[in-house]
Each structure stands twice: as structure tokens, then as C-alpha cells.
């Protein structure tokens, strides 16, 4: 079936610092979502991405749908300790279901 | 606005008991619904999905199965519950092509 591949798979940075994070598929997506995860809980949906090329904002996060359909990227800014977390991507073709990548641990040291 | 529940949070069972998980979804209509499990530290595993009362596909060969005997309800079950079966278990419910949104999730743990 279909992967997804993110990296980094962890990260370890500096409260303050700015986070950079990829995931990429062999296949062309329509949509994009990037999730955030903390321990014991649900996913929490933090952007939508519906359209190549498109650049959308969240608070200090922002995400990217590739040019290629085939990648997206979030970024957050200037990372503060509730950041901490797992991040997830997930991309969806029409008429299939969403597939998820691994995840990219993200840990923010003060 | 919309919610998800999912119930119970935290469940212990010993293997070959019986299981029932229970998702909720208000403040929408005829939604999809869907079962992931999540393996520790791994993605996530579509299990089931639905797209109306009581059409359920399944992704994967297992030992569970699900129903929705309601528009906003949707059950993960097992008549005999194995080791393997322990995970974490999200209940997700989306519209057409738009976004997911989960549920708090469900920790089982199979003895």
C-alpha cells in the first residue's frame, strides 16, 4: 500500500528555535493534514491542505502542500516547552482514505 | 460545533475475554466514521471505516470487527481477545474529501 516517509523521525531543540519537518509519499496526494499528538491522546488536526502550492498559517505553525503533490512541510516558529509532541502527516488521493507517515518526534529543551 | 467520544480511556482484559469500544460522534450528520489502532511509537493502522448505518469495510484481517447501528456510533469489538490486540485505538469521523478529526482514544491492554 501506499507510504508516507517523515522526517526527521526525532528532533531535539532549543526553546525558542525554529522547526523544520518533511513528509513525502510515492504517490500524489489532494490533501494534506498535519496532526499533532501528546501523550495518551487523540490526534489534534492542526492544518489543512487542499491545493499544490498552498502555504497556510496556524498560529506560529505553518504547513505547505509541495508543487510535486507528492510532499508538505510544517514549520513551526519560535518553539516554546508546549510544542513538545509527536507530529503527523497524512495525505489522501481521491476516493482512497487518508494514509499516515510514521511521525516526527519533536522534544524542546529549555 | 462537532465532538468526538470514544469510551472506555483505559481498559485491562484478559486474553479470550470479549471487547467492546464505543465512539460517538455529535453535532453532525451522516458522517464517515473510522477505527485506527496505533502501535507505541508507530503510525496509524486503518482498522475500519464507514460511510453510513451499517456499512462497514474492513482494511485488514483480525481478530475484531465493528458495527454502526447508528448514524453517529460506531463499535470495534472481539468475541476473544488476543495478546496481539493491545494498542492504542483511535475513533476518527471526517465529511466527503475535507479534514479527520479524532477521538481522546482508547488504551487497551490484553493479558
Known amino acids: 500500500g501506499q507510504q508516507l516517509n517523515q522526517s526527521p523521525q526525532s528532533m531535539f531543540i532549543q526553546e525558542g528555535e525554529d522547526v523544520s519537518m518533511n513528509c513525502t509519499s510515492s504517490?500524489?496526494?489532494?490533501?494534506w493534514l498535519w496532526y499533532k499528538q501528546d501523550p495518551g491522546e487523540g490526534p489534534v488536526l492542526l492544518i489543512a491542505?487542499?491545493?499544490?502550492?498552498e502555504l497556510t498559517s496556524n498560529g506560529r505553525l505553518t504547513a505547505q502542500f509541495g508543487i510535486t503533490r507528492k510532499d508538505s512541510f510544517l514549520n513551526i516558529s519560535a518553539s516554546i516547552p508546549s510544542d513538545v509532541g509527536i507530529y503527523f502527516c497524512?495525505?489522501?488521493?481521491?476516493?482512497?482514505?487518508?494514509?499516515f507517515g510514521p511521525g516526527t518526534r519533536l522534544s524542546v529543551l529549555p | 460545533s462537532q465532538t468526538i467520544h470514544q469510551w472506555p480511556a483505559t481498559l485491562v482484559q484478559p486474553v479470550g475475554s470479549p471487547l467492546s469500544l464505543e465512539c460517538t460522534v455529535e453535532g453532525t450528520s451522516n458522517p464517515n466514521l473510522y477505527w485506527y489502532r496505533q502501535a507505541a511509537g508507530r503510525g496509524l493502522q486503518l482498522l475500519f471505516y464507514?460511510?453510513?448505518?451499517?456499512?462497514i469495510s474492513s482494511e485488514v484481517p483480525q481478530n475484531l470487527s465493528a458495527s454502526r447501528p447508528q448514524d453517529r456510533q460506531f463499535i470495534l469489538s472481539s468475541k476473544k481477545l488476543l495478546l496481539s490486540d493491545s494498542g492504542f485505538y483511535l475513533c476518527?469521523?471526517?465529511?466527503?474529501?475535507?479534514?479527520?478529526?479524532f477521538g481522546e482514544g482508547s488504551r487497551l491492554t490484553v493479558l
Open positions: 491542505l487542499y491545493k499544490a502550492g
Open positions: 464507514s460511510v453510513g448505518i451499517g456499512q
Open positions: 497524512a495525505g489522501r488521493s481521491y476516493g482512497q482514505n487518508f494514509v
Open positions: 504517490s500524489i496526494f489532494n490533501t
Open positions: 476518527a469521523w471526517g465529511l466527503g474529501v475535507g479534514e479527520l478529526f
